[in-house]
Each structure stands twice: as C-alpha cells, then as structure tokens.
C-alpha cells in the first residue's frame, strides 16, 4: 500500500491547474445541498445520493487525470434510484451504529466511504452490493483511511480561521486524497489476486 502522505502529495499533484474548478464545483455541491434542507429530512435524502455521486465522478476525473467538469455533479441524477438507495441504507446504517455508540457508526462510515466510487466503477451493481464490495475492499484498511483523515485536522483548523471559505479548497484536497486511496486499494487488491 502506498503510505497517505503520498497518496496526499499525489493529490495535490492531480489538482494542480484545477483548483478553481474543484472550490467552484465543491461551492456549488454546498449550496445545493443546503438547499435542498428546505424541506427537512426527504430533500436531503433525495437529493443527497444522486449529488454525492455525481460528486464522486467529478472527484475521481481530477483525481485519474481526466477530463473533469462541473455539470458532473449533476449526473448521479442519471442513475438516480441506486444513488438514492445507497445514501438512504449507508445513513440508515451508519445512524443506527452511532446509536450503539459513536464508534461503531465511525467504523461502519468508513467501511461504506468507498460506495459511491465503486458504483461509478460498477454500473451495473446494486446499492446493496455496491455497499458490500465497499466493505469488502475496506477489510483490513479502515484505520489507515482514518489516519488519512486525521491528517487532514491541521487544514481544517485553517478553515475555522478563515470562516470557512478554505474549505473550498481543502475538501477537493481531502476527498481527491480518498480517490487516490480508492484506487491504491484496487490496484493492491488486482495485485493480490494476481499472485
């Protein structure tokens, strides 16, 4: 496996002459997304997966070196009844850990944070196998996608002082980082399987 920090310092390199676009597209993502909180509970919900999917194409173009863009963000719609599914079972599941206690949700986010990745990479599995495969390829790597995540504490401390307009920059950052572990889990899993 590659060490995070240069799974990070390849983020940084894969964002290069993009960052405008990822804190114009994050901005966008934001804003949507709290608009969609206007009708409480159901409009997150619906609209939650299909933009976090669409957010997931745009992230791993940036982060694979293709072309992306941000009408991206819009084409989770596309598939929008798996997209739906997915974010309604992982917050059902992750929300019902966090119940038995905060790190039990904490482990079960984690193990589903690579869903919507594979979806993209999968068309034609289901949320449910999506989730499944998400768990699968996480086993035995969770606590080094959360040291990933910790690495990130420093950057966003920034973002409180800069009342949060820095965020638009370190989240691309951040979920750019997730994609380059994603497709470092997959490539070490191939290789496995290869052997």
């Not at 709290?34 to 933009?51: E, Q, R, T």
């Not at 850990?97 to 990745?117: D, K, Q």
Request: hydrophobic share 60%.
């Amino acid at each position: 496996m590659t060490k995070n920090v240069e799974l990070m310092r390849m983020a940084k390199e894969s964002l290069k002459g993009k960052w405008g676009l990822a804190a114009v597209t994050f901005l966008v993502y934001i804003l949507l997304s709290m608009a969609s909180s206007i009708v409480p509970v159901v409009g997150p919900l619906l609209v939650g997966g299909p933009l976090a999917l669409g957010l997931a194409l745009f992230i791993l173009s940036i982060s694979r070196g293709q072309e992306a863009d941000i009408a991206q963000l819009f084409k989770g719609f596309e598939r929008f009844v798996v997209a739906f599914v997915a974010m309604l079972l992982i917050t059902l599941f992750v929300s019902l850990a966090c119940l038995l206690l905060i790190v039990p949700g904490i482990i079960l986010g984690i193990a589903y944070s690579m869903t919507f990745f594979i979806l993209l990479d999968n068309p034609d599995l289901t949320a449910v196998e999506a989730m499944k495969k998400s768990r699968e390829l996480m086993y035995g790597f969770k606590w080094k996608f959360f040291c990933l995540s910790l690495r990130f504490i420093g950057w966003f401390l920034l973002c409180v002082i800069t009342f949060g307009i820095a965020s638009l920059w370190i989240t691309p950052y951040l979920y750019v980082s997730y994609a380059k572990f994603y497709d470092d889990l997959l490539a070490n899993k191939n290789v496995a399987q290869a052997v």
